[in-house]
T-cell receptor, first 117, second 114 residues
Framework: GAVVSQHPSWVICKSGTSVKIECRSLDFQATTMFWYRQFPKQSLMLMATSNEGSKATYEQGVEKDKFLINHASLTLSTLTVTSAHPEDSSFYIC?????????????FGPGTRLTVL | AQSVTQPDIHITVSEGASLELRCNYSYGATPYLFWYVQSPGQGLQLLLKYFSGDTLVQGIKGFEAEFKRSQSSFNLRKPSVHWSDAAEYFCAVGPTGGGNKLTFGTGTQLKVEL
């Protein structure tokens, strides 16, 4: 149980285009989902926290208009990178927290590799 | 603010040898502590976690970790490493009593020599 999927697993796009990444909890309901960004050989940096049915909470320094997050249901959150540029190239990982889960029990997706040309 | 330090960026061990990965944290109280493993191009898998109680916790894949309050440490150990253990290992802390935000260390890259 507690499986989180991400789609796509990798994407290449041209500079200036927008890219949408989906995060789904497959076998549980997730009231909270998290989006992380990971640069090569570095740790995960939390970008934002999304709660189902409400606006996402962004970490300091993360552009809200650049990284649009929607958590429309208990099993799906989406991250849209708008007007992507090469510096947005990164590995994006989502995680989901069970609605009835214990403290900080987050389950991570396999990640999405974004390359912006 | 909470922080996590993993002092070893890279560690190389021989297959069958013992392993210890270090993790030190900074937090006002006893945090919730986690170890995750990440294989190349993959997400994170939880190895083990500590919330309270017995300071020696057992995890999956034969890993264990010991919480030492006096040293603010939560080191990960394995008595005999397998080649498949080669991966990136992350220590993380979360606030006591729940809450969402996990803070990750910078990771330790483990290489296993055959």
């Amino acid at each position: 149980g507690a499986v989180v999927s991400q789609h796509p697993s990798w994407v290449i796009c041209k500079s200036g285009t927008s890219v949408k990444i989906e995060c789904r909890s497959l076998d549980f309901q997730a009231t909270t989902m998290f989006w992380y960004r990971q640069f090569p050989k570095q740790s995960l940096m939390l970008m934002a926290t999304s709660n189902e049915g409400s606006k996402a909470t962004y970490e300091q320094g993360v552009e809200k208009d650049k990284f649009l997050i929607n958590h429309a249901s208990l099993t799906l959150s989406t991250l849209t990178v708008t007007s992507a540029h090469p510096e947005d190239s990164s590995f994006y990982i989502c995680s989901a927290r069970e609605a009835s889960g214990t403290y900080n029990e987050q389950f991570f997706g396999p990640g999405t590799r974004l390359t912006v040309l | 603010a909470q922080s996590v330090t993993q002092p070893d960026i890279h560690i190389t061990v021989s297959e069958g040898a013992s392993l210890e990965l270090r993790c030190n944290y900074s937090y006002g109280a006893t945090p919730y502590l986690f170890w995750y493993v990440q294989s190349p191009g993959q997400g994170l898998q939880l190895l083990l976690k500590y919330f309270s109680g017995d300071t020696l916790v057992q995890g999956i894949k034969g890993f264990e970790a010991e919480f030492k309050r006096s040293q603010s440490s939560f080191n990960l150990r394995k008595p005999s490493v397998h080649w498949s253990d080669a991966a990136e290992y992350f220590c993380a802390v979360g606030p006591t009593g729940g809450g969402n935000k996990l803070t990750f260390g910078t990771g330790t890259q483990l290489k296993v020599e055959l």
